[in-house]
Nanobody
């Protein structure tokens, strides 16, 4: 079992930056692949970024590629999402997730994640 707590959400202007953090507690953090997902009002939850247990492999959605960076600190048991060049369409609740599955091919699959945080709101104004 792992507990996930997101922080760092807030309001930013278009073109600005925010950094989200997700602190994990419970079993060994380095045992989990980690991901970030987001859900805008009236829309389904969608994949944003994922990182492997070691941090070597990263995957991004096309909509954030080149603007967002996911990274992790296995000593601090934390995964981060650095968001630059924010756009109004990035407005959503952002969720951190953890999974025990190691298959790289399914890193973007929402259903492959076992544990979820409560979410943090990100609002980007134009």
């Amino acid at each position: 079992q792992v507990q996930l707590v997101e922080s760092g959400g807030g309001t930013a202007q278009a073109g600005g930056s925010l950094r989200l953090s997700c602190a994990a507690s419970g079993r060994t953090f380095s045992s989990y692949g980690m991901g970030w997902f987001r859900q805008a009002p009236g829309k389904e939850r969608e994949f944003v970024a994922a990182i492997s247990r070691s941090g070597v492999t990263r995957k991004y959605s096309d909509s954030v590629q080149g603007r967002f960076t996911i990274f992790r600190d296995n000593v601090k048991n934390t995964v981060y999402l650095q968001m630059n060049s924010l756009k109004p369409e990035d407005t959503a609740v952002y969720y951190c997730a953890a999974r025990t599955i190691i298959t790289i091919a399914t890193m973007a699959s929402l259903g492959s994640y076992n544990y979820w945080g409560q979410g943090t709101q990100v609002t980007v104004s134009s």
